[in-house]
C-alpha cells in the first residue's frame, strides 16, 4: 500500500530515556514533516526536511533531533524525556512543488510515566 | 501565538442536518487554506482545500466558502451522517513556504441518527 508508516504506533516509557520513532514514506514525496498532537488535539509544526536537508526548526527543545537519512525517511529521537513530551507525534509528507499538500501517517502515541 | 482561530469547539448536529465551521486567520500572507478530518486513533486526513483567489469550493457534501476580506473561511457539511463524527481541523499556510501547517485547535463533530 501506498502511505506514510510510522513506528512504533505505542511507546511508553519512562522519564530520562532516549527514544526513537521512525517514519517512511513510498508516495515518491519530497518534502517530510514532523507535528505535535498535545491532549487537547493541538497539532504544531517541529521540524521539515526537504530531500534530506532542514527546512523548518520551530522552536523545539534540544533534546528533540531529527534525522532524514533519505528523502523517503524521517526519524526523530528524543533524549531525556520528560512528563511534558507525552503526545502523538505525526509525521507527513508533500509532493514536489506541492508542499502545502500534506499527507499524514497513523501517528505514534508516546506516554512518558 | 495562534495563527489560525476556530469555533466552535464542539458541535453536535442531528443526521441530515447541515454542520458548519469557522476559522479566521491573521496573517494576510497564507494563500492555503486545507480542511483536515481527524477519526480516533488516526491521522489527519485532507478533506477539502481552497485557495483565495475564490470564494468557495465544492466537494460532494463538503463546501469551502472564503471571505478574504473578512480574513474567515468556514466548512459546511451538507446533509450530515453519523459517519461524519470526528474532528475537524482548518489550516492555513504559504505556498511559496516551506509548508508549514498553522492548524486551528480542531473541532469535534458529533452527528446524531
Known amino acids: 500500500d501506498t502511505a506514510v508508516s510510522q513506528t512504533p504506533k505505542y511507546l511508553v516509557t519512562q522519564m530520562g530515556n532516549d527514544k526513537s520513532i521512525k517514519c517512511e514514506q513510498n508516495?515518491?514525496?519530497?518534502?517530510m514533516y514532523w507535528y505535535k498532537q498535545d491532549s487537547k488535539k493541538f497539532l504544531k509544526i517541529m521540524f521539515s526536511y526537504n530531500n534530506k536537508e532542514l527546512i523548518i526548526n520551530e522552536t523545539v527543545p534540544n533534546r528533540f533531533s531529527p534525522k532524514s537519512p533519505d528523502k523517503a525517511h524521517l526519524n526523530l529521537h528524543i533524549n531525556s524525556l520528560e512528563l511534558g513530551d507525552s503526545a502523538v507525534y505525526f509525521c507527513?509528507?508533500?509532493?514536489?512543488?506541492?508542499?502545502?499538500?500534506?499527507?499524514f501517517g497513523p501517528g505514534t502515541r508516546l506516554l512518558v510515566l | 501565538q495562534q495563527q489560525v482561530k476556530q469555533s466552535p469547539q464542539s458541535l453536535i448536529v442531528q443526521k441530515g442536518g447541515i454542520s458548519i465551521i469557522n476559522c479566521a486567520y491573521e496573517?494576510?500572507?497564507?494563500?492555503?487554506f486545507p480542511w483536515y478530518q481527524q477519526f480516533p486513533g488516526k491521522g489527519p486526513a485532507l478533506l477539502i482545500a481552497?485557495?483565495?483567489?475564490?470564494s468557495e469550493k465544492k466537494e460532494g457534501r463538503f463546501t469551502i466558502s472564503f471571505n478574504k476580506s473578512a480574513k474567515q473561511f468556514s466548512l459546511h457539511i451538507m446533509d450530515s451522517q453519523p459517519g461524519d463524527s470526528a474532528t475537524y481541523f482548518c489550516a492555513a499556510s504559504l505556498r511559496s513556504g516551506p509548508g508549514a501547517l498553522n492548524f486551528g485547535k480542531g473541532t469535534s463533530l458529533l452527528v446524531t441518527p
Open positions: 508516495l515518491g514525496h519530497d518534502t
Open positions: 481552497i485557495r483565495p483567489d475564490v
Open positions: 496573517n494576510t500572507a497564507f494563500d492555503y
Open positions: 507527513a509528507s508533500s509532493p514536489p512543488g506541492r508542499r502545502e499538500t500534506q499527507y
